[in-house]
């Protein structure tokens, strides 16, 4: 099947310094790929979905500037928290659909710390 | 704009009991609805999904769910719970399906904890 990867699966920073989260589609091309957000306890939130080649489209509130999304080949996304402070602390998810638009799958998650 | 909501954060049953997580949406347009599972630290796992054809719908482990138009629901149920069925489960809703603009809205998930 599908298996969308994620790194690191955990990243603990310190205020201020900037993140870099992975997600790779490792067995198929991935023509979008969502970055979800998971409070503890709570739902998925959509922040943003980028089309490879293309700029990301962020959901109504998600600050473009902290959360940088870069979709730079058909398999490989990356998020950037930009000078991240502990509010940012959260799971990230991430996910990717194929070329046929049939299913997201999704990565394992990765749980940043803001110290 | 679509949501769903899940009723219940946390269900509990003994092994062998019907698990029953309810799952109720909201749509202008007629929605395909999915039911994920989350294992600990690990990503979602789609359980079934939704589409229009049939309105019982059977996924994997035993599991299968309902579309009921006239409740607008979309309850996920398995006849005997087994050990293994504890995680975290989400419903979740479309409004397209695929498409490049279709997105997934999830709900606020319900966590199943099986009783021995």
């Known amino acids: 099947g599908a298996v969308v990867s994620q790194h690191p699966s955990r990243v603990i920073c310190k205020s201020g310094t900037s993140v870099k989260i992975e997600c790779r589609s490792l067995?198929?091309?991935?023509?979008?790929m969502f970055w979800y957000r998971q409070f503890p306890k709570q739902s998925l939130m959509l922040m943003a979905t980028?089309?490879?080649?293309?700029?990301?489209?962020?959901e109504q509130g998600v600050e473009k500037d902290k959360f940088l999304i870069n979709h730079a080949s058909l398999t490989l996304s990356t998020l950037t928290v930009t000078s991240a402070h502990p509010e940012d602390s959260s799971f990230y998810i991430c996910?990717?659909?194929?070329?046929?638009?049939?299913?997201?799958?999704f990565g394992p998650g990765t749980r940043l710390t803001v110290l | 704009a679509q949501s769903v909501t899940q009723l219940g954060s946390h269900v509990s049953v003994s092994e062998g009991a019907l698990v029953l997580l309810r799952c109720n949406y909201s749509?202008?347009?007629?929605?395909?609805l999915f039911w994920y599972v989350q294992y600990p630290n690990q990503g979602l796992q789609l359980l079934l999904k939704?589409?229009?054809?049939?309105?019982l719908v059977k996924g994997i482990n035993g599991f299968e769910a309902e579309f009921k138009k006239s409740e607008t629901s979309f309850h996920l149920t398995k006849p005997s719970a087994h050990m293994s069925d504890a995680a975290e489960y989400f419903c979740?809703?479309?409004?397209?399906?695929?498409?490049?603009?279709?997105?997934?809205?999830f709900g606020s998930g319900t966590r199943l904890s099986i009783r021995p």
């Open positions: 996910s990717a659909r194929d070329r046929g638009y049939n299913e997201q799958f």
């Open positions: 067995d198929f091309q991935a023509t979008t």
């Open positions: 980028s089309n490879e080649g293309s700029k990301a489209t962020y």
């Open positions: 749509s202008s347009v007629p929605p395909y």
């Open positions: 939704y589409t229009s054809a049939a309105t």
């Open positions: 979740a809703v479309s409004d397209i399906l695929y498409s490049s603009a279709s997105k997934i809205i």
